[in-house]
């Protein structure tokens, strides 16, 4: 029972560089979400998706995208890396009803120098 | 829009003593979940407890239990016999009760707790 499994944990990329971090569910959920975690500031909404196909923007979605092409996975991308996206990103996970909160990735650093 | 505030960014506390942290939140809807949400050093996001709004009795597990004030949009997080392995950021989070596109979980600054032998 993997639940929800992120890809890669640690990333150093250099300013301006891409990449797309994966985040893979096995339960079914119908919801996913993208969070960036920083100091002081909680965890804060980039992007999300409430079914395949669909995604919407979150509380901080600049400098990022994502896309949904099928229902176990969420991939969010940098397209040109900035420094101030150096952050902690998780990916969640969770059925369209609110009582059983979300079920969390491990996290993936991301460092961009 | 539903905010969460936690206003404690760090506290402490004695092995076997009780701590308490604290969590306000501001929503203008009548049904909704609160949550509490551990995260220790492995960064892994653990769910602690959880209250569904619509009742009255606050929820435990364990040594965690939760005063739920509703009418004071207070949510606090109670730890008796506190041990070692509860040093952590805590987070207070928010949720709608039914889906769709503002069902999102909002969440706290979070309160480092650190637990002294």
């Known amino acids: 029972n993997a639940g929800v499994t992120q890809t890669p944990k640690f990333r150093v990329l250099k300013t301006g560089q891409s990449m797309t971090l994966l985040c893979a569910q096995d339960?079914?959920?119908?919801?996913m979400y993208w969070y960036r975690q920083d100091p002081g500031m909680g965890l804060r909404l980039i992007h999300y998706?409430?079914?395949?196909?669909?995604?919407a923007k979150g509380e901080v979605p600049d400098g990022y995208n994502v896309s949904r092409l099928k229902k176990q996975n969420f991939l969010l991308g940098l397209e040109s890396a900035a420094p101030s996206q150096t952050s902690v990103y998780f990916c969640?996970?969770?059925?369209?009803?609110?009582?059983?909160?979300?079920?969390f990735g491990s996290g993936t650093r991301l460092t961009v120098v | 829009a539903q905010t969460v505030t936690q206003s404690q960014p760090e506290m402490s506390v004695q092995e076997a003593e009780t701590v308490t942290l604290s969590c306000t939140y501001d929503?203008?809807?009548?049904?909704?979940?609160l949550f509490w949400y551990k995260q220790p050093p492995s960064r892994q996001m653990i769910l602690v407890i959880r209250?569904?709004?619509?009742?009255?009795q606050n929820a435990t597990e364990n040594r965690f239990s939760v005063n739920f004030q509703k009418a004071a949009k207070s949510f606090s997080l109670k730890i008796s016999d506190s041990q070692l392995g509860d040093a952590a950021m805590y987070f207070c989070?928010?949720?709608?009760?039914?889906?769709?596109?503002?069902?999102?979980?909002?969440f706290g600054t979070g309160t480092l707790l650190a637990v002294q032998p």
């Open positions: 989070a928010y949720r709608a009760l039914y889906g769709g596109a503002t069902n999102k979980l909002i």
């Open positions: 998706s409430v079914g395949e196909g669909t995604t």
């Open positions: 339960m079914n959920h119908e919801y």
């Open positions: 209250q569904e709004a619509y009742k009255q």
């Open positions: 969640a996970s969770s059925y369209s009803t609110g009582g059983n909160g979300y079920t």
């Open positions: 929503t203008s809807e009548s049904d909704y979940y």
